[in-house]
């Protein structure tokens, strides 16, 4: 499968700050990309949903001005946490898909290895 | 909504047990379910999908059979490795997006 890489791996920041991560496909380009994020024992939670040279559709609930993306190239993605909060920590994962007509085609998502964020 | 259910881990098993790692789902329509594996450091990876009730996926001598009836995609394996030590995530796709489990660790002892 492709390989995805994303960075930082882990981070930890004081209240108030931005973060930014970085996701990149190595191997391919894809024109569509998502962004999860996963709390500890629960599910990954899809929360956007971007396509190059495009805005971003955001999942309902998470705030778009909170958490910036920016799908700068079919290779990269960014996810920027502005002004974080402790409840922001979580585990965020970013994939990279092939999209038909009706939306993302099943199975070929290339996921991140994850970027843990820890706001203290 | 839809929504994906699975077992709790962390799941520990000597090599060459048996396995079954249980997923139930509740989705309207007619979804497609995967099964998706993450070793330690890496991305989920794609381990195996059934798009239809009665389909069974398998892959690396995983499987599992997509059952309507009972709402559940179950993941089997007859004879585990060391080399499966993993977290699993039972998804579904329905609609145009992706429904995960929270996951299950497996660790696999020698």
């Known amino acids: 499968g492709a390989v995805v890489s994303q960075h930082p791996s882990w981070v930890i920041c004081k209240s108030g700050t931005s973060v930014k991560i970085e996701c990149r496909s190595l191997d391919f380009q894809a024109t569509t990309m998502f962004w999860y994020r996963q709390f500890p024992k629960q599910s990954l939670m899809l929360m956007a949903t971007s396509n190059e040279g495009s805005k971003a559709t955001y999942e309902q609930g998470v705030e778009k001005d909170k958490f910036l993306i920016n799908h700068a190239s079919l290779t990269l993605s960014t996810l920027t946490v502005t002004s974080a909060h402790p409840e922001d920590s979580s585990f965020y994962i970013c994939s990279f898909g092939g999209s038909g007509l009706a939306g993302p085609i099943p199975g070929e998502q290339f996921f991140g290895p994850g970027t843990r964020l820890t706001v203290l | 909504g839809d929504s994906v259910t699975q077992m709790e881990g962390p799941v520990t098993l000597s090599e060459e047990a048996f396995l079954t790692i249980n997923c139930t789902y509740t989705?309207?329509?007619?979804?497609?379910l995967f099964w998706y594996v993450q070793y330690p450091g890496e991305g989920l990876q794609l381990l195996l999908k059934a798009t239809k009730a009665d389909d069974k996926g398998s892959n690396k001598g995983f499987e599992a059979t997509y059952r309507k009836e009972t709402t559940s995609f179950h993941l089997e394996k007859g004879s585990v490795q060391v080399s499966d030590s993993a977290v699993y995530f039972c998804?579904?796709?329905?609609?145009?997006?992706?429904?995960f489990g929270s996951g299950t660790k497996l660790n696999v002892k020698p």
């Open positions: 998804a579904l796709y329905n609609f145009n997006k992706f429904y």
């Open positions: 989705a309207t329509g007619y979804p497609s």
